[in-house]
C-alpha cells in the first residue's frame, strides 16, 4: 500500500450518491493515510437513497472549503447527486477553482455531468457512464468506453467496477503534484 498521508482530499457529495463511488474511494485513501473530507451543501446527514439506509455525515459545507487546503477533489455519481450539485453555483464554483488551480479531480459514473457545468470537458479526452455521453461530447469531451481516462489529471470511469482502477489512477496523478491548466485561466 503505497502511502499518501501529506495528501488532503475533498470529496463533494449530497444526497443521492452512488454508495460505493463515495465509500470506497473513501477508505481506498484513508488507507493510505490521506486526510479525506466530505464537503456538501449542509452539514446534515446524506444518503445514497435508491432505498439504501447507509449514511454519513459532512464534514464541512461547501462554503467553507478552501481548495487551497486540498489536493484533490473526488466526484461520485449516482444519478441525483450529480444533477443536484450542477445546480449549485458554490459547488460548480469549487470544482472550476479545483481544475484552474490545476488540482487532480477524480469523477466517475455521472459525476462528469459536474465537469461539464464547471467548463472543464472542452477537448479533454473522458469517460463516464454511458448515460451521459452525449452530454459530455455536446460540452466538448472527446468520449471513450474505457475503465479509467485520465487527461491532464482529470480522471474520469465509468460504473462501480471501475473503482479501483479510478482511486489508483488518481493517487498516481495525486503523487505527480499540480498540473498546467493555464489555458483554463486563459478562457475564463
Not at 464547471?118 to 451521459?132: N, Q
Request: aromatic share 6%; with cysteine.
Amino acid at each position: 500500500m503505497s502511502n499518501l498521508n501529506n495528501s488532503n482530499i475533498l470529496i463533494l457529495a449530497t444526497n443521492g450518491f452512488q454508495e460505493d463511488e463515495l465509500f470506497e474511494p473513501l477508505s481506498y485513501f484513508r488507507d493510505r493515510d490521506a486526510t479525506v473530507h466530505l464537503a456538501s451543501p449542509e452539514l446534515n446527514e446524506i444518503s445514497a437513497g435508491e432505498g439504501d439506509d447507509r449514511r454519513i455525515k459532512p464534514d464541512l459545507k461547501l462554503e467553507d472549503v478552501n481548495v487551497s487546503d486540498y489536493d484533490a477533489l473526488i466526484l461520485p455519481g449516482g444519478l441525483v447527486n450529480p444533477d443536484t450539485l450542477r445546480q449549485n453555483d458554490r459547488a460548480i464554483s469549487l470544482i472550476r477553482d479545483f481544475g484552474e488551480q490545476g488540482k487532480t479531480i477524480g469523477a466517475i459514473c455521472h459525476g462528469p455531468w459536474l465537469l461539464a457545468e464547471a467548463g472543464l470537458t472542452k477537448g479533454r479526452e473522458m469517460t463516464s457512464y454511458p448515460s451521459i455521453k452525449t452530454d459530455l461530447e455536446n460540452a466538448g469531451a472527446r468520449w471513450t468506453d474505457s475503465e479509467v481516462v485520465c487527461d491532464n489529471a482529470i480522471v474520469t470511469s465509468r460504473k462501480p467496477a471501475d473503482i479501483p482502477a479510478f482511486c489508483n489512477k488518481i493517487a498516481e496523478e495525486i503523487r505527480e503534484g499540480d498540473h498546467d491548466r493555464e489555458h483554463l485561466k486563459r478562457a475564463a
